[in-house]
């Protein structure tokens, strides 16, 4: 029943975006499919009405993720009473964690282990309109993503770079303005063939793959 309740939220949410915004989709890779995507990695994270951009995948994806979907989720967010809800019941596998380096990653790590597909916003945090963290810091990729790639054995990654949602709703405003046009790039890469681009191990391996999200980040975002 809640794999039923999500995949219908996630249509309705589909179809909104579809009915209010212009999506500008473009692929960076030469394999344009959802198929066996094992990792979702989103960049550019600047708004709780991202969900907006599930207008770009087919419904069986979206099948696929109110079934098997585990991602992290700030407690920050789950916490609140109506938008925390909505999140909850939108996407069942999301697991409440801190900003901090405790049990709550170690939850999040084991939950997926036996999911077929598992979505990061690997910047932990949301842009605002200067360009800064809401603690105006600068943002940058955290280490997190960097544990769970080296990890996967097979299927592809799927990054999405967002072209930003600010005009569409800033952190802190509670209502969307419409008809705007929504801006997505898209890359697929084989796991094996993103993994084969790193020699190093440990400690350096996540300092490499973080420095690569950063720079594919810096890049591949839609202006």
């Known amino acids: 029943m809640r794999t039923l309740i999500s995949f219908c939220i996630l249509i309705s949410v589909k179809t909104f975006a579809q009915v209010f915004y212009r999506l500008e989709l473009n692929w960076l890779s030469p394999v344009k499919s959802f198929n066996k995507i094992r990792l979702v990695i989103f960049l550019n994270h600047t708004s709780?009405?991202?969900p907006l951009f599930v207008c770009a995948a087919p419904n069986s994806f979206l099948w696929r993720l109110a079934r098997k979907m585990v991602a992290p989720g700030a407690d920050k967010t789950l916490n609140r009473p109506i938008v925390g809800l909505?999140?909850?019941i939108m996407a069942p596998g999301l697991i409440s964690i801190t900003r901090k380096r405790d049990s709550s990653w170690k939850k999040f790590l084991t939950a997926i282990q036996n999911r077929s597909v598992?979505?990061?916003a690997p910047e932990g945090r949301m842009k605002r309109a200067s360009g800064l963290d809401s603690e105006g810091k600068p943002m940058t990729i955290r280490s997190?993503?960097?544990e769970i790639i080296p990890e996967l054995e097979d299927g592809?990654?799927?990054i999405a770079y967002s072209?930003?949602?600010h005009h569409v709703q800033h952190p802190g405003e509670h209502f969307p303005r419409l008809f705007k046009t929504i801006k997505l790039?898209?890359?697929t890469i084989e796991i094996d063939d993103y993994?084969?681009?790193f020699k190093s191990q440990g400690i350096q391996l996540r300092k490499d793959i973080v420095a690569d999200l950063e720079k594919r980040l810096k890049t591949n975002c839609p202006t």
Do not use: M, P, Q
């Open 118 to 120: 598992i979505v990061i």
């Open 163 to 165: 072209g930003g949602l």
């Open 144 to 146: 997190g993503v960097a």
């Open 156 to 158: 592809r990654i799927l």
């Open 185 to 187: 790039n898209l890359e």
């Open 48 to 50: 709780l009405y991202e």
């Open 195 to 197: 993994k084969s681009l």
């Open 86 to 88: 909505f999140w909850k």
